[in-house]
Structure formats: C-alpha cells, structure tokens
C-alpha cells in the first residue's frame, strides 16, 4: 500500500504539473480544497474513488495508470488515455520479438495474425509501428477510392 499510495502522489504532483495547473487550479475543478490536493501530492493521503475518478478525467489518463503506474520502474510519465506502454521487450538475435501479453490483449493479437510494420527514420520522432493487417488494407482501400473519386472529372470539367 505504501509503494501505491508515493505511485499515486507523485502521478498527481506530475500530471499537474505537465498540465500547468495550480494546487487550486486542481481543488477548484474536481471541488475540493487546495490542502486535499497537497496532501495527496505529499503522499499524506490519498484521493477517494469518486475524487480518483475525477482526477483521471481531468487528465485524460486511464484510472488504472493514475493508481498503479511506476514513474521509477517504467522510466515513463503516465501515459493519456488510449495510450499504452506495455514494457520492455528484447530483439533476439534474428530480430524477433514477443509482444507482452497485455498488448496481444488489448489489441486482440493471436496466434496467425499478420501485422504490417511501419517505420519512420526522421530525427525528431525515430520509430518502429506495427498494425494489424486488415486495418492497413482498410486504410490503402480508402486512399485508392478517393484517389480514384478525384482522377473523375465532376460536371464542370467535362464541359
């Protein structure tokens, strides 16, 4: 409970403190008072259910991440809400790696998918993407379509 209850003050005092919100700022739009704020940041207290809740949506963070997420182990501020980070994986010697079971969960992964990687070289965000295969074909269907709607000349053009 101990090593929750420090996870919890220093995600508030860090989700706070990226948002650019005062200790007041805080109380006044979840309607609490600036000291219950800086007690929960202090690690003193901690915020009830309803006020956690409150908190997650303030943030726009998962509720789960406010409570539970490690800044120390992960290295990582609490991800927003929809956004994950599923830990570390290892790249085996022929490159391969194994997806952490939580994301195979989330995303519905199995056993057989095929998944598209993505990749962007550019020095400001360097990356690797994976999707799932149906989701990319989806979306290269589209572009042909509109592609294909916009190569038709409309009324207009044809005169």
């Not at 962007?120 to 989701?135: T, V, Y």
């Not at 269907?141 to 005169?159: C, G």
Request: some cysteine; aromatic content about 6%; glycine content about 6%.
């Amino acid at each position: 409970m101990k090593k929750q209850k420090s996870n919890i003050a220093r995600n508030l005092t860090m989700l706070r403190q990226l948002n650019k919100y005062s200790q007041e700022d805080v109380a006044e739009q979840i309607g609490v008072s600036r000291q219950a704020v800086a007690k929960w940041e202090s690690g003193e207290s901690v915020p009830d259910i309803v006020n956690c809740d409150a908190l997650a949506q303030l943030y726009n963070v998962e509720l789960n991440d406010l409570i539970h997420h490690d800044q120390e182990q992960t290295g990582l501020n609490v991800p927003p809400k929809g956004k994950h980070i599923f830990g570390m994986v290892r790249v085996g010697e022929r490159g391969q790696i194994v997806l952490p079971k939580q994301a195979r969960e989330v995303f519905r992964i199995k056993p057989g998918d095929q998944l598209v990687i993505l990749g962007d070289e550019s020095l400001e965000h360097p990356g690797i993407a994976l999707m799932k295969e149906e989701f990319f074909l989806g979306i290269a269907q589209l572009f042909n379509t509109a592609l294909n709607i916009a190569d038709v000349p409309d009324e207009k053009e044809r005169k």
